[in-house]
């Protein structure tokens, strides 16, 4: 398989990303977890913040949105079946994480649903945190040091 290239995401990339993100969590509705839909917004968040593509010959396999406002957060991060067990997740979480440090932020925060243990196994293997909860939600943390590149 080809390895997929981390890029910023453009304009034209909305479509494509959305119907990724919304493939990447269907595998969830058959968990019975109520999630709201986390791909709107996407055309919005290409022209206002960093959002990265991971991109193949096959198209765009997921995406990552980072807010950079009071607080650096990560919104929203999805990789579509086709594109897991490829370090797709860690290498979109990685580009996150520079741009989140190189613009001068020490901490990247995030949500997400207190059921996808998956994700949060994911997460705590990137060095992540629980910082607090609640409801279903789960929130994160990663100090972001000057040399770490987890």
Not at 4 to 32: E, H
Request: avoid cysteine; charge should be neutral.
């Amino acid at each position: 398989m080809q390895r997929p290239v981390i890029r910023p995401a453009q304009a034209r990339d909305a479509a494509a990303l959305t119907r990724a993100i919304d493939t990447a969590y269907a595998i969830y509705a058959g968990r019975g977890l109520a999630l709201p839909r986390v791909s709107e917004g996407v055309s919005e968040a290409i022209a206002e913040t960093p959002v990265f593509v991971a991109e193949t010959s096959a198209g765009i396999l997921g995406g990552i949105i980072l807010r950079l406002g009071d607080a650096a957060q990560i919104e929203n991060i999805a990789v579509t079946p086709e594109g897991a067990g490829q370090g797709i997740g860690k290498a979109l979480m990685t580009r996150a994480e520079d741009v989140a440090r190189q613009a001068g932020y020490d901490r990247l925060t995030l949500a997400t649903h207190a059921g996808l243990s998956d994700t949060i196994r994911f997460y705590a293997g990137l060095g992540w945190a629980e910082t607090g909860h609640e409801g279903d939600k789960l929130f994160l943390a990663k100090p972001l040091a000057a040399g770490d590149r987890r």
